[in-house]
């Protein structure tokens, strides 16, 4: 893609965005933009060959697509700060959770198509599950070849998009702690904490490429291991007496709870 790239907010995901399209996009990474106040803080992603800027104005003026990776309270400050900049042509993409695309087309009008995304850590490893909503198609086919190289995409309703931030976004901190939780198992079992740990994380890898490569529902594949009085149902058994699957969906309504307050 020839588009230039900015990205405004150089902290935990703007930063993955920005070095997983020079890893993975194929961008050089002079076509990555990147601004944050603090100059110091931006001397990595320089160092990556990226354009770094102090300066949102600048950024949004030599940048084809603008991606808004900042705190939920920064949004309209930032946005109103850019509007002169967004001019036909350009697309406005928006990391932000719980601001909605009216609330940003209320700050500049309909200057430019506004598009938003929720993608996780995992972009700047060429997997991310990166959920996008907009109301103009093309913006959005736009900005679904803009992260396919990073990982997967999916096109869903705006309305979801607070779902999509919990199960793909906070999906990857639960997912984490089950890998831990997992290898502090393995340990106590025998193995050291570094052998446990990769292990357990490529058997998670794998489990997961299991059902994006069948499209199987996990019991499918559990039915697989699970041998009549054998070790892996009853160690499942046992999971499930002290509530894993129960404490796993509560754990997700109650961040969607929180998430949904948010304004």
């Given amino acids: 893609m020839n588009k230039k790239t900015g990205i405004i907010g150089a902290g935990n995901i703007g930063g993955a965005i920005a070095r997983g399209l020079v890893k993975h996009g194929n961008f050089d990474g002079k076509n990555v933009l990147i601004s944050r106040r603090k100059q110091e803080l931006l001397n990595a992603f320089g160092a990556l060959g990226l354009t770094v800027k102090t300066s949102n104005t ?3 003026a030599e940048s084809d697509i603008i991606i808004l990776a900042v705190l939920p309270g920064q949004a309209e400050q930032v946005v109103k700060e850019i509007e002169h900049e967004l001019q036909a042509g350009k697309v406005l993409v928006s990391v932000v959770s719980a601001v909605s695309i009216s609330e940003i087309e209320s700050w500049i009008g309909n200057k430019v198509p ?6 996780n850590t ?4 060429g997997e991310s599950m990166t959920c996008i909503a907009g ?3 093309a913006a959005e086919q736009l900005i679904m070849q803009l992260f396919e190289p990073m990982g997967s995409t999916m096109i869903i309703h705006e309305k979801l998009m607070p779902a999509a931030t919990i199960l793909a976004a906070c999906g990857i901190a639960f997912f984490l702690r089950f890998i831990r939780a997992e290898t ?3 340990i106590q079992i025998g193995f ?13 890898k794998g489990a997961a490429q299991i059902l994006l490569s069948t499209g199987n529902h996990p019991e499918r594949e559990i039915d697989k291991v699970t041998t009549p009085m054998g070790c892996t149902i009853a160690g499942l058994n046992e999971m499930e007496h002290y509530g894993l699957s129960s404490a796993l969906i509560k754990g997700i309504i109650t961040s969607h709870a929180g998430i949904s307050d948010l304004k």
């Fill in 58 to 60: 600048e950024l949004a």
């Fill in 114 to 119: 506004v598009v938003r995304i929720m993608p």
């Fill in 122 to 125: 995992a972009v700047e490893y």
């Fill in 135 to 137: 109301n103009d198609q």
């Fill in 184 to 186: 502090q198992g393995g």
């Fill in 192 to 204: 050291h904490a570094e052998e446990a740990g990769k292990i357990a994380a490529q058997t998670a």
